[in-house]
């Protein structure tokens, strides 16, 4: 099984995740922050990854440095499980629609980070967790895994549907690109025979 442990320590956080890539979607998240919690259980049940993740934050000063963190510490986990990528289906996109809110990911494991993010909120806080920390994890997520994400809420008017819907949708995205894919299975899925640096 393609699978990962990576443990972050700085003297703002404490962090140690495991993923399983070829999971069945069983979660086991404790961040401190429960509405965070909540959108990577999302995460896992809908992309069928296996996670478990500990994290200890500087929560006094705010969710900021937990929040950044564990999209590092995740990432590193998901880019370790890959490994050199071979036979994986590389791309994936999804619609997800929540109530009124509709979201589409597209996304590129192309061992290559960049985030196009247009997601607006309305509002600043959503539980404890500032809605501007979305942003933060899914940059922080997408550079460690070397994920090319486009990340797009369509339209929407419940900020909690609003996120919930992207992480359901690149949960879904995640799902389809790391299959593996049967009829080239042995190969890394570029021309130039190595997933990522230039085009």
Same mark, same amino acid.
């Not at 929560?59 to 999209?71: A, N, P, R, S």
């Not at 192309?110 to 809605?131: C, E, H």
């Given at each position: 099984?393609r699978?990962?442990t990576?443990e ?7 962090? #140690?995740v495991? %993923?399983?890539?070829?999971?069945t *979607?069983?979660?086991?998240? =404790?961040? *401190?922050? +429960?509405?965070?919690?909540h $959108?990577?259980?999302?995460?896992s049940? /809908?992309?069928?990854? @296996?996670i ?5 934050g @500087?929560?006094?000063?705010?969710? /900021?440095?937990?929040? &950044?963190?564990?999209?590092i510490?995740?990432? $590193?986990? %998901?880019? =370790?499980?890959?490994? !050199?990528?071979? *036979?994986i289906?590389?791309? +994936? ?13 597209a996304? !590129? ?12 909120f ?7 967790m500032?809605?501007?920390?979305f942003?933060e994890?899914?940059?922080?997520f997408?550079?460690?895994? +070397? ?6 809420c369509?339209?929407?008017e419940?900020n /909690?549907? $609003? %996120? &919930?819907?992207?992480? #359901? ?15 080239k299975?042995?190969?890394v899925?570029?021309?130039k025979? %190595?997933?990522? +640096?230039?085009?």
């Amino acid at each position: 099984m393609r699978q990962a442990t990576i443990e972050r320590n700085t003297n703002e956080t404490r962090i #140690k995740v495991t %993923v399983n890539l070829d999971g069945t *979607g069983i979660y086991d998240v =404790k961040t *401190g922050i +429960g509405f965070f919690d909540h $959108m990577l259980e999302q995460l896992s049940r /809908h992309s069928l990854i @296996d996670i478990t993740l500990r994290a200890e934050g @500087d929560l006094h000063i705010d969710c /900021h440095h937990t929040v &950044e963190d564990c999209g590092i510490a995740m990432g $590193m986990a %998901v880019a =370790k499980a890959l490994g !050199d990528r071979k *036979g994986i289906t590389r791309y +994936g996109s999804a619609m997800i629609p929540m109530d009124e809110t509709l979201t589409r990911v597209a996304l !590129d494991l192309s061992n290559r980070a960049y985030l196009i993010w247009k997601v607006k909120f309305t509002q600043p806080r959503l539980g404890q967790m500032d809605t501007e920390l979305f942003k933060e994890w899914f940059q922080a997520f997408a550079q460690a895994a +070397g994920i090319t994400l486009h990340v797009e809420c369509l339209y929407g008017e419940n900020n /909690h549907h $609003m %996120v &919930e819907a992207s992480y #359901k949708a690149l949960a879904r995205a995640l799902r389809e690109a790391i299959e593996i894919d049967p009829r080239k299975a042995d190969a890394v899925p570029s021309t130039k025979g %190595v997933l990522g +640096g230039s085009l």
